[in-house]
Each structure stands twice: as C-alpha cells, then as structure tokens.
C-alpha cells in the first residue's frame, strides 16, 4: 500500500504544475457548488422563516375535512350524495374557550382565536380587497411576530379606538392611509363599518403586507354580524418542522380541519424540490466538468510513465498494484481539490455575505447564506468521486499495458 | 528452496513465437532449450536474431504463440497475467540492456522496489537488504542518488542489485554489458559471474561479446530465431 502511494506521490510531484491545474479545477468546482448550495439553502430557509414567521404554523378552521353524513345516507347503505352545497353561514367553533383549554395542555407552544372575515377597504378613491383578521393583542405574541412587526405604534392602540384597525404598510400605501384615517369596511353580506387606523405593520411578505389588516375579535364579531364567533384558531409551535404532525393530532382530537404551513403552501414546497433539482444538476455538471482536467492529467500521467509502467509490470508487480497507483493519484487530486474547494467554497460564501444589495422584494440587505457542513460533505464526496472515476479508466489501461511491446520499443 | 541439480529451472519445449501484422514477423522459432541450475549460460547471435525476443519469452514477460515454456516443471502458458506476474517477482531476475531504472525513486528505493511489491520484509529488513546489496555491488555511497547522477556502469548495477532484491534462483540479463565501455563491462560481468560460482544462481546472458561468451558454461547460438549451436565451454571456470 506505502509502495503504491509513494510511486504516486513521485509522479504528483513530478508533474506538480499540471496537477496543480487539475487540482485547481476540481477546488473551483467543489467551492463554486458550495456556494450554489449555500446561496440556495441560505434563500430558501430565509424564505421559509418569513413565510413561517408571517403566518401561524397551524391553522384550525370550523370547516371539516369531508361534508357531514347526510340523514340519507346514514339509514340507506345504497345512499351516497356528492357535491353537497355548504351552509352559506359557516357557524364558527364551537367552544372555542373549551377546544383550546383541551389543547394547550399538550400544545408544544401557544394558540389564539382567531375572526378572520373578508371585507373591501374603502378609502379616498381605493377599494382594496383585504383579509380582515380580529385577534386578541394579549394573546398574539404567543402565535405571530406581529407585536414586533408593529410600525408607529404598539398592538394596545386597537383599544385606543372604537373599531380601531392596523394595516400592513403597503396597504396603508396603496390607498394613502395615515395614521387617525377613518376608512370605510364592507362585507360581501352587507355588512359596513367605520374603522379608524391606528398603526402599521411590516411582516416583509407581500402578499400579507399590502392586503391584511388587523382589528380587535369584538370588532371582527361585528363585521361578521355574528356576536361570539370564533372562525379560526391560529396555532404557532417551538419547532415549526413539526407542524405537519402536530396539525393531525389537532384535527383528530377536534375535529376541525387543521393545516399546517406546510400543507398551505404544498406548491411552494414542490416548487422548491424543482429548485434544488435544479441546482444538484448544475453542481453535478461543474464537478463532472472539473473531472475531466482529473481525466486528463492521469492519461497524460501514464501515457509519460510508459516505460515506468513496463519497467513495474517486468519486476513482477501486479495489475492490481500498477491500476492502484493512479487510481491514487486522481483521489490525491480529488482530495486536494476537495480540501482548496472547501477554503474557496468558504471564502465564496463569507465574500458574497458581505455584499450589501438594495432590493425592493428583500427585507435584508445582505445575501442569505447557510452554512452547513453538509454541502461541503456533499461536494467532497462527489469530487472525490468523480475524480476516482476519471482517473479509473486510463489506470486500468495502463495497468493493462503488456510490458515487453514497451521494451521492445524502446531496445 | 532446495532445486534438484536434474529438474531443469526453466525449459522450452518447442516454443515459437510470431508478432502478428500486416506481414507477420517470427522472432522464435521452434526452440527447445532446458536451462538447469548453477547455469552462467550465454545467448549469442548476430542483431536481429531474436535473443532479446527469446530471454522475454523464458522471462515470462512474453508468452510463445505456440509451444511451452516451463519452469520448475510447471507450465507457464496457462498462468493467469498475475500468477506470471508473481512468478517474476519471486523467481527471475532481469538485467535490461538499458539498466530501466525508475528516474524518480532513489537507486536504495529502486532496489527495494521488489521486496516492497513482494512485501514479504518489514521496512528495516529491506532497507538492509538493499544496502547490502548496493555494497557488495561497490555501490555503497550512491544509496541516496537517483539513477540519472551515476554512471552507466553504475547503473547497470544497480539493476544487477534489483534483480537479486527476491532473491531470485535465475537472474535474466539482456546485454547487460551492451552500452558500457571495457572497463564496466569486465565489472559487471564479474558481478554476474560471482553470483554463479558463489551465491549458486543460474545465470542466462545475451551478448554479443563473443570474448565474454567463451567465459561462461555454456554458448547458444541464434540465427533467425532457430538455435544453431549449444554447447558447452569446457575450459570456463568450473562452478564453485
Ligand atoms: N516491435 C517489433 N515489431 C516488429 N518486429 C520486431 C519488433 N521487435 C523486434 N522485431 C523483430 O524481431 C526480430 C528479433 O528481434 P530481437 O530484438 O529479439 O533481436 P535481438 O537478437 O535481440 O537483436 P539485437 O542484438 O539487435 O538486440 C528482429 O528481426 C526484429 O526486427
Ligand atoms: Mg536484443
């Protein structure tokens, strides 16, 4: 083994310039890919966090997930009636105090209720469709960041008002709202309030930021014209990954159909599949590509130690030990590649870190970078890989070389 | 090992060998040859007659397109790539015409090459092995030189000594004195001719000196790759 190594550690350092070139590509391949993945695990997590942090982790709605068993069908085995038109006027939970004093013992974190209503927002000239969403102040910070998403004024101003209201930012924008503004609510049922806006909020998510507003639950009850109604228990938990099983576990001890962030956003994560499918083919190709410099210099390398190889083969060594010999070599340079990517990779990502961008769609003025030992394990390994693969085939042919057609040739 | 003075170390029975092409070239033809041990045999015939082409062929290094090659009574032709391979590294020694050195290993790593590829040593045993080797071959100050900083002469033995590294029964030797001046060639024959008498190896040597073939036990004479002659030389000295 020593012998193997030694053999190829003389031909590395014989060649130095050009492994050093081989060795270069492969550590441009491998830090390039880990700040591929960097950036796009880095976008991605950032992406989730806001999403995550701008909604509740599980949302349980007064709806249920199949329609109730119709009269017909419970006394008539034959009976099955599809497509049945819900009530106009959902009802709301029911018991929503007691529901939620039956969860929270077990909850790994905190629920609210929730009135969520749609209603068109009038103001000056503007009609904007938005989500009115009626919450308890004292209970919201155990379920959103909204307490400190608030801009000019705390989430205690809905009591300073009668039918005070909050807007996202690029809400209050669109229509040229200020603070103390009395816009006008409306509801598809008929329903009409005066509200008075009291602050703003900024989640950074624009879809909730120019088309959410908050209001107290009792003002929610009004604008639904249903006193005591409850629609909708937002739930936020310590570990948002576990939404998924949490959001069955409520649903089968209530009821009521619960959905986690994740299931809310299955396209998204889909989407997100596509993404990183994406990118593990466009690494792939940077480090195949780097593989061939790897093909390179070991054919180069055998095609130079002909006689060496002949003169091995003459003394008795066997294929084996010969195939061996540059197999080594392309992992010594995969290795080294591997280990120059991986300060590269680093640098890469520590270099784009620092860049400051100015971007109306992103809320942070630096680039989101994840760090994880995994993308640089990843990279690793498959330029190693692929390294040992390239220099496979012209080891075995240059193991497979018959030695006298060499001596021959060269007496 | 023991060898039977009468078991024949190697032997060819019929062996012809014919490089394929175009026009097909014969460099062996129809030979039958038994080499026995404590031989100091020398090859001899005119350029082109096929003595390297036979030596690869008794060496192993070649296999004949038909007949047999034997040694120690074992045939050789249904031997896998690595059996043969293995059967180099243990049994035969080979000297080249050009000494075919590795250039990057030091002359003590070449000669411990072998042993390592064997690996039957520790470190330490090869190492002295080598310097022993290298010493007794008047190369005791040069272990740490590469091949390229010495002389022909120095460098053919060097390759005597790397031969010898397994220990080898029969040392295979190709002109060993083809590219060196009088005076280094007389040395290195001198090497090869103690390894005969004192150390009891079979020694087989193409050259085409005729003054150094009369010198050795016996002369086999190629023309076209047929042995015309194979005798004995009475008046060589006798083995010790
Ligand atoms: N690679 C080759 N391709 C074709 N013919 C070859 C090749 N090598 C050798 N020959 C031919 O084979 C024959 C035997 O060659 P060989 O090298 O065995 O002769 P030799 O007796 O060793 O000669 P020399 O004394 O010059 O070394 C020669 O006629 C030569 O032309
Ligand atoms: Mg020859």
């Known amino acids: 083994m020593n012998l193997i190594f030694d053999i190829a550690w003389t031909h590395v350092l014989a060649r130095l310039r050009q492994t050093g070139v081989a060795i270069a590509g492969v550590a441009t391949g491998v830090g390039f890919s880990i700040m591929m993945a960097s950036l796009m695990q880095g976008s991605q997590d950032d992406f989730i966090k806001q999403l995550v942090n701008a909604m509740p982790h599980i949302t349980v709605s007064d709806e249920r997930r199949a329609p109730p068993p119709q009269p017909a069908e419970r006394f008539y085995d034959a009976a099955e009636i599809h497509n049945l038109t819900p009530e106009a006027r959902r009802r709301g ?9 039956a969860l929270e013992p077990w909850l790994p974190g905190g629920i609210a209720p929730t009135v969520r209503v749609q209603a068109i927002i009038r103001y000056a000239s503007h009609d904007v469709a938005t989500a009115v969403v009626a919450i308890d102040p004292r209970r919201e910070a155990s379920v959103s960041d909204l307490p400190k998403q608030m801009r000019g004024a705390t989430l ?62 009792k003002t929610g009850q009004i604008l639904a014209q249903q006193t005591g109604l409850i629609n909708e228990l937002r739930i936020r938990l310590g570990d948002p990954m576990i939404s998924r099983e949490i959001a069955d576990r409520v649903e089968r001890e209530t009821g009521y159909k ?34 061939f410099g790897t093909y390179n210099i070991i054919s180069t390398i055998t095609h130079e130690k002909a006689r060496d190889i002949a003169i091995m083969k003459s003394l008795g060594l066997s294929e084996f030990t010969v195939r061996s010999i540059f197999v080594v070599e392309a992992s010594i340079i995969g290795v080294a590649g591997a280990a120059v990517g991986f300060v590269l990779g680093y640098l890469l990502c520590v270099g784009l870190g620092s860049i400051e961008i100015k971007s109306p769609f992103l809320d942070t003025d630096r680039l989101p970078l994840a760090y994880s030992y995994v993308h640089y394990l990843l990279a690793g390994i498959v330029a190693l890989l692929s390294s040992v693969v390239a220099g496979y085939q012209p080891a075995r042919k240059a193991a497979r070389l018959h030695p006298v057609e060499i001596i021959r040739g060269a007496t | 090992m023991s060898i039977d003075a009468a078991t024949p170390l190697i032997e060819a029975r019929k062996v012809t060998r014919i490089l394929p092409g175009i026009v097909p070239t014969t460099l062996v033809s129809d030979v039958d040859l038994v080499i026995r041990p ?17 030596l690869y062929l008794l060496g192993l290094l070649d296999v004949p397109t038909s007949g047999e090659v034997l040694i120690e009574g074992k045939v ?18 080979f000297v080249f015409q050009f000494h075919f050195l590795l250039p990057e290993l030091t002359v003590r790593d070449n000669v411990t090459l072998p042993m390592r590829a064997l690996g039957r040593l520790s470190r330490e045993q090869m190492l002295e092995r080598a310097e022993m080797l290298l010493s007794s071959l008047g190369l005791a100050d040069h272990m740490k030189k590469r091949p390229d900083q010495l002389s022909g002469g120095q460098r053919q033995r060097v390759a005597v000594a790397r031969s010898l590294a397994n220990e080898p029964p029969v040392i295979l030797a190709d002109e060993p004195t083809g590219s060196l001046d009088s005076k280094a060639s007389e040395q290195v024959f001198e090497v090869l001719q103690e390894l005969v008498a004192v150390q009891g190896k079979t020694v087989v040597a193409v050259t085409h000196d005729l003054a150094m073939a009369e010198r050795m036990d016996r002369q086999i004479e190629l023309l076209d790759g047929r042995i015309i002659s194979d005798h004995a030389h009475p008046a060589a000295q006798a083995p010790a």
Do not use: C
């Open chain 1, 93 to 101: 939970i029911k018991n929503p105090l007691a529901t939620m004093a």
């Open chain 1, 156 to 217: 205690a101003a809905l009591y300073r008002a009668t039918n005070a209201i909050i807007l996202g930012d690029r809400l209050s924008e669109k229509i040229g709202a200020r603070i103390g503004a009395n816009i006008t609510l409306q509801t598809s049922e008929g329903a009409r309030m005066n509200a008075q806006v009291v602050g703003f909020f900024h989640t950074g998510v624009r879809s909730v930021d120019e088309s959410t507003a908050y209001v107290l639950v």
């Open chain 2, 76 to 93: 050789t032709t249904v031997m896998t790539e690595d059996e043969r391979a293995l059967a180099r590294l243990t049994m035969l020694g």
């Open chain 2, 38 to 54: 404590h031989e100091f045999v020398a090859i001899t015939g005119p350029s082109g007659s096929g003595k390297s082409s036979l």
């Open chain 1, 258 to 291: 619960s959905v986690s962030w994740q299931e809310a956003h299955e396209d998204l994560m889909s989407s997100f599949v596509i993404r990183n499918l994406i990118m593990f083919t466009v690494v792939g190709a940077i480090l195949l590509v780097a593989s």
